[in-house]
Each structure stands twice: as structure tokens, then as C-alpha cells.
């Protein structure tokens, strides 16, 4: 499903809130979002993909070490893909509709919205001057990957973790959100964590690391669905025992279902960076420079205290870091 941003007004704003509560409705009554082919004006074609340079190979020790945006800091606004998506006149990002917090559609509004549309908003108005020149193409976390190396969207921002093996196949801005996995188990259960959960039914998305993870707890039984919202369903169906997934996302299915609670340690470490195509190194390091501004600026900390409190008081932002070259295998 693409959407494009219609410019905003105060009562948009006004009724955010109340969105939440009428959001947990939908998601309850089990309504998720189905997405609709577009096919945006790519900023490149998949062939000049295929013979860019690939990106240096992280390792394990510095998986979120992205491209420096540029002397003391500046964003590189007259490069090629930074200037085509400046002709195009949006910009086309791939997104969740249905994370409740993190990028989720207000049923009042019908606006996305969320931490990581707050992100985007951010680069929409160092490119053009405005937040409302988004295009959101609403995709699932196993899109993710693909329609960045098929160049059908510009950025991804949808709870993105950067890993060591994502990086062979696309780029990652510098991180902008470190969350953990932990499980979601209903209000009376009496595991405190995944450990807890042997003989358990777990659900999480198809093709994340997040069901991949399962396979370290040989106790649980794993249960794939399409999405995290799908989890929910199967959830409050009984049709599974518990969901597993990144605090952020957790979170934001308690706040929906008061029968439901988050419970354990982080079992992971999730780094979430904004996906962009392995060979749109430019644009990477625009996006760097503009989240630099975000983190130093108080909007970080605006955001996470206006989407994230309950998870406590807005900490310090991610260290932004750099030092990875293009051109090498």
C-alpha cells in the first residue's frame, strides 16, 4: 500500500493520542493492512546495482559502523540520489503500518506514524524543507530486503536491526535505536522470560532474526506468521502461547491488549539503522548527517519520550559511528 503525505494540520496532531486507544481496537478485532504494488521512479536500476561496488563487509566488531556524512558533518545534498529523489519530489520509503509506536496507521487520521516515521519525517525536511513529502510503501519485515536491492523504495525504516549478513546485501545508516528481543506472554502467566517457555508456542514474523533466534531455545516451538500483528491474532485466538520480538514492538502490543504483559531480559541486542540500497553510499551519509542533527538537537529525545515512555525515560541517543569504505568485498 503506497500512501502519500497530505500536509498536516493541528487537529491531526490533536487526536494522536486517542489514535493509540482506537488503533488496539482494530488490531484486536484482527484488521491488518494489506499492502498494494507500486512501482515508484527508482533512483537506480537494479543492473547498476548489481555492478556498484559492494559495500566493505562488516564484522561482528563493527557491524554498526556506517559512511561519515562529509566534513565536519555536512549532508551531501548535490549528489546523484540525493538530487534525484529532490526531482522526483518525494520521498519513497518502505514502512510498517501496523507497529503500534514504531510506524503504525492512526485510525482517525489515517496518517503513519510512529518513532520510526519521526526518523523519516526528519530526512523529508532536510531534503525538501517539509516532512510531507514521505511515500510510504507499507511492506513487511521479510520486504525489507528486497525492495531496497530492487530499488523500489529509497530508505526502509521498520524496526530494521543491523547484522553482519544484511550488509552484504544493502547499507545501513549509523544506528538510531538499540532494542532487544523479549517475549510477550498473557497477564497471568508466571515465566519470567523465554526460559521459562519450554513446550511454549512462540510466534514471530517469517524471515527476521528474530524467529532465527528461536532456534537457540530447542524447548520452544516456533511459529512463523506474516507479521507481528498476525502474532497478535493468533495470540488472543489462544492459538499460540507467547509472541517474541523487539521490546519496541512489545510494548506496543501491551499497551493494546491489558491482558498481556513483557516480561524477561533481552535476549539480543538489536541496533536498528535506516536501510538503503548498497550502492547509494551518498544517500547514506545524508541520512547520517541529518540524524546526527535528530540526536544533537532534542528532537531524538522528543520523539522517543512521545512514542517510547513506557519503556522508561528517553536515554541518551546511539553513538553514531563511522569509518566503513566502499569498494571492497
Not at 515508484?40 to 566493505?56: G, I, M, Q, Y
Amino acid at each position: 500500500m503506497t500512501t502519500t503525505r497530505a500536509p498536516r494540520t493541528a487537529t491531526r496532531r490533536a487526536v494522536r493520542t486517542l489514535a493509540l486507544v482506537a488503533a488496539g481496537v482494530l488490531v484486536l478485532a484482527g484488521c491488518t493492512a494489506t499492502p498494494e504494488p507500486v512501482v515508484p521512479e527508482p533512483s537506480a536500476t537494479p543492473e547498476a546495482a548489481a555492478a556498484a561496488p559492494r559495500a566493505a563487509a562488516a564484522t561482528c566488531s563493527d557491524l554498526t559502523a556506517s559512511y561519515e556524512p562529509g566534513p565536519d558533518g555536512a549532508k551531501v545534498s548535490g549528489k546523484e540520489h540525493v538530487q534525484a529523489i529532490k526531482e522526483r519530489g518525494s520521498l519513497v520509503v518502505g514502512v510498517s503500518a501496523d507497529t503500534l509506536l514504531m510506524g503504525s496507521r492512526n485510525p482517525i487520521t489515517g496518517e503513519i506514524e510512529g518513532f520510526d516515521i519521526d526518523m523519516l519525517e526528519a530526512v523529508s525536511t532536510a531534503i525538501f524543507g517539509s516532512p510531507d513529502h514521505l511515500q510510504f510503501r507499507v511492506i513487511t519485515s521479510g520486504q525489507r530486503l528486497d525492495v531496497l536491492k530492487n530499488h523500489e523504495v529509497d530508505l526502509v525504516a521498520r524496526a530494521f536491526s543491523i547484522t553482519c549478513e544484511r550488509w552484504d546485501e544493502i547499507a545501513f545508516s549509523a544506528e538510531y535505536f538499540h532494542s532487544g528481543q523479549k517475549v510477550l506472554v498473557p497477564l497471568d502467566s508466571t515465566a519470567t522470560g523465554i526460559d521459562d517457555l519450554d513446550g511454549a508456542r512462540v510466534c514471530a514474523p517469517e524471515g527476521t532474526t528474530t524467529i532465527e533466534r528461536l532456534a537457540d531455545f530447542p524447548g520452544v516451538e516456533a511459529v512463523g506468521a506474516q507479521t507481528h500483528t498476525q502474532c497478535l491474532v493468533l495470540f488472543q485466538q489462544g492459538k499460540v502461547d507467547a509472541i517474541t520480538g523487539d521490546d519496541t514492538i512489545l510494548a506496543g502490543f501491551a499497551a493494546q491488549d491489558p491482558y498481556a504483559k513483557v516480561v524477561g531480559d533481552a535476549i539480543s541486542d538489536e541496533p536498528y539503522g535506516i536501510g538503503v540500497a548498497a550502492d547509494q553510499v551518498d544517500l547514506v551519509r545524508y541520512v547520517n548527517a541529518v540524524l546526527d542533527e535528530v540526536k544533537a538537537d532534542g528532537r531524538w529525545a522528543q520523539s522517543y519520550e512521545r512514542w517510547l515512555g513506557a519503556l522508561g525515560d528517553a536515554p541518551a541517543p546511539p553513538e553514531s559511528l563511522y569509518g566503513r569504505t566502499a569498494g571492497s568485498s
